[in-house]
């Protein structure tokens, strides 16, 4: 099918965003001239970590579109995160049968489709790295049994791709342990602080090689959203449909105009909300970190508040590994990889125990309820209950702002990570 004849643009004009009418109304448009001749249908939305993205209700929207002539699939793009759990899928997906949902196994389920060249690694590094990088996608979606593929996700700043979503979806979110690993470890070589916010970056030109490559005869429709949030309540600013870069790039553009926030003067003190539905892990958690690294002055501090948060990987290898090496910053755990098969075996895991330091920098403080203080200061954070923290920074409004807290001191809150990026402005 030749997508380009049905994508559809559209872009909220007001603060109140897209509203529920404007949105299925779009995704009648996205389908209009091929809904009669569908049979079978995949939709590759995020997982709940991924709640903010209106991926969920975009995706209850197809599903009643095209439930009554076709069938319909969903398989969550996990990536290396965990199964979801009925209760989970209910709160993102609504009424769609859970019978309906595929789970992705991102060590087993995979079928190699090519290679990017180690040449063109190179390229894109700028000579850090030469290694080739297979690509891998789960095997449904190279199959053939499907007429359409609709990947539905959040265009949001992101620390190992630059902008995320888009073809990450399919070959992180739907991947193997091959372009997991290497496209995580190339994002930790190059530097965070270099990618986060933009496009372009050498992990997304790895991507775009592979899509270009690989994926020509695959019928995928990409669905993006941009979305913002202030306490409770959060908008649908943008959605953005097609079958390339014509959907991407708009994006991208709106995403780096409401989700980036420079600021004239480095933070002295940050503290970090995690919600306790859609964070349960650091691997998850530490985009308080991420997000927020370019924003904290040299010896600030970060408290992660962090209730939910009961363990370390979303993989139990990925956990273990944790566990064993900490975050000890990123020249300790480049030696750690020369010395140690484990950690060579799972680049991905060393690359998010890079990100999660901040290499002496500045202090983090994990605040929790389910980890308890030797884990956590195991892990290489310091550690603080979450009832006394939570007592320390009180936050009637849960408003993105500086506060006081109980002892007097100000610090600047951010209520979620996951839909932004704090800088310095003189740093990005």
Same mark, same amino acid.
């Given at each position: ?42 939709? =590759? ?24 002539? *076709?069938?319909?699939? =969903? ?47 190179? $390229? ?52 193997? *342990? ?6 995580? +470890?190339?994002?930790? %070589? ?5 990618? +986060? ?34 306490? *409770? ?14 959907? %991407? ?8 105009? $409401? ?8 933070? @002295? ?46 993989? !139990? @290898?990925?956990? !273990? ?23 060579? *075996? ?15 920098? %500045? ?17 290489? %954070? ?15 409004? !849960? ?30």
């Amino acid at each position: 099918m030749d997508f380009s004849s049905f994508s559809q643009t559209v872009r909220a004009t007001t603060p109140s965003g897209i509203s529920d009418a404007e949105l299925a109304k779009l995704c009648e448009q996205t389908l209009a001239s091929c809904k009669k001749d569908l049979k079978r249908v995949l939709i =590759l939305p995020p997982d709940h970590t991924r709640y903010f993205s209106a991926a969920g209700r975009i995706a209850n929207l197809y599903y009643h579109l095209l439930c009554d002539t *076709a069938q319909v699939d =969903l398989m969550p793009a996990l990536g290396s995160h965990v199964a979801m759990t009925p209760e989970e899928l209910s709160l993102m997906f609504g009424d769609i049968p859970q019978d309906r949902f595929l789970t992705h196994d991102w060590r087993r389920d995979v079928e190699k489709i090519g290679v990017v060249p180690g040449e063109f690694v190179k $390229e894109v590094s700028e000579g850090l790295i030469d290694t080739p990088i297979d690509v891998e996608v789960n095997r449904r979606i190279v199959s053939g049994e499907y007429d359409l593929i609709l990947s539905v996700g959040q265009v949001v700043p992101h620390e190992v791709v630059g902008m995320a979503n888009y073809n990450k979806n399919v070959f992180v979110g739907c991947g193997g *342990a091959g372009m997991i690993n290497a496209s995580h +470890m190339l994002g930790a %070589f190059y530097g965070m602080e270099r990618i +986060m916010g933009k496009d372009h970056s050498p992990v997304r030109r790895v991507f775009d090689y592979a899509s270009e490559h690989f994926l020509n005869a695959v019928p995928l429709l990409y669905v993006l959203t941009v979305t913002t949030q202030q306490g *409770a309540s959060w908008n649908l600013r943008g959605v953005f449909c097609g079958a390339g870069r014509d959907a %991407f790039e708009p994006a991208v553009a709106l995403s780096q105009r $409401e989700n980036l926030t420079l600021i004239d003067r480095p933070f @002295e003190r940050v503290v970090v909300r995690l919600d306790p539905q859609e964070f349960k892990s650091t691997w998850l958690g530490n985009k308080a970190i991420y997000r927020t690294r370019m924003a904290i002055a040299d010896g600030g501090e970060l408290y992660i508040l962090a209730d939910g948060v009961e363990r370390f990987g979303e993989d !139990r @290898e990925i956990d !273990r590994l944790i566990r064993k090496y900490g975050y000890v910053g990123r020249e300790r755990i480049l030696k750690l990889v020369r010395e140690n098969e484990d950690l060579a *075996a799972n680049l991905s895991a060393a690359a998010h125990l890079i990100h999660g330091s901040s290499d002496g920098r %500045f202090s983090i403080t994990y605040c929790t309820k389910r980890l308890t203080r030797p884990e956590v200061e195991q892990a290489g %954070f310091s550690y603080l209950p979450y009832d006394k923290a939570s007592a320390l920074f009180q936050v009637p409004e !849960r408003k993105d702002a500086f506060y006081t807290d109980a002892n007097g001191k100000p610090f600047y809150y951010i209520d979620n990570p996951a839909l932004g990026l704090w800088a310095d402005r003189a740093k990005f």
